[in-house]
């Protein structure tokens, strides 16, 4: 695993006001980045780009053009882009039996994954143009494991560890590596509703920063098409997906 090298490179992260997206632009920033924050928050979005000397640009994922807006405002502004971090995400606050709320579940389903699928189409014109460069969506370990208290979110973080692995192999060949990022709880605003449960029962959270750090691992290393989870007391790594049986 070589060293990330960032200076004069630009970075476009969706969800990139606040918590894990603010984190990375920050630390993208120290390393001679260019950030260009991608998000509905407006005042702390572009707040956080002055400070950062970098763009902020609304983008609602859930909407395809404004994901080739904010790709387009990277290249015209700072020249082209070399990363994507599709991080823009939201607890669904719904399940699928009494408490199913149709607005709720696409509202989950756009942000979550059809936002990823957007963001990378989005992308890819723009990476390829300057030769290759990275995609990494931030999914859950809610997407490698089984998820009972959050069914829908857990259906839209698996949809992009999928997605991750089949892009994976089939961008390498441009230069362009699509990876995950897979944390399980993270101290953000989407963990408040689950925090006093998780305090009671003991479970550890992340601070943001480790996550940060697994990002910058996922950047620094060769692989394409992983899902890298991040958990408390662990070092972060690909996760081994098991091969499903063949046929005999």
């Keep these: ?6 200076a004069g490179k630009v970075a476009l992260i969706t969800g990139g006001s606040n918590g894990i997206g603010a ?7 120290g390393e001679g980045v260019r950030p260009v924050l991608a998000d509905i928050d407006a005042a702390r979005g572009e707040a956080l780009a002055a400070e950062l000397d970098g763009a902020f640009v609304r983008c609602d994922v859930r909407e395809p053009a404004d994901s080739a807006a904010a790709v387009a405002a990277a290249v015209d502004r700072f020249g082209g882009l070399d990363l994507a971090f599709l991080n823009a995400g939201i607890a669904s606050g719904c399940g699928v039996d009494g408490d199913f709320d149709p607005g709720l579940y696409r ?3 756009a942000i979550n994954f059809d936002g990823v699928v957007y ?3 989005a992308a890819l014109p723009a990476l390829r143009a300057r030769g290759g460069g990275d ?12 998820t009972p208290f959050d069914p829908v979110y857990g259906a839209n973080k698996a949809a992009v560890v999928g997605l991750v692995r089949a892009l994976g192999p089939s961008c390498a060949g441009d230069g362009v590596r699509v990876n ?13 509703p689950l925090k006093d449960h998780l305090a009671e029962t003991g479970f550890p959270v992340l601070e943001v920063d480790v996550v940060v750090e697994a990002f910058m691992s996922v950047l620094a290393g060769e692989g394409a098409g992983e899902a890298w989870y991040v958990v408390p007391g662990r070092t972060p790594e690909p996760f081994r997906f098991r091969g499903v049986p063949g046929p005999r």
């Design 1 to 6: 695993m070589g060293a990330f090298e960032g």
């Design 107 to 109: 509202r989950a389903m």
């Design 23 to 29: 984190a990375v632009a920050r630390r993208l920033a």
């Design 180 to 192: 995950a990022l897979c944390p399980s709880f993270a101290d953000t605003e989407i963990l408040v």
């Design 119 to 121: 963001g990378v189409h």
């Design 135 to 146: 995609i990494i969506a931030t999914a859950s370990m809610a997407g490698l494991t089984a």
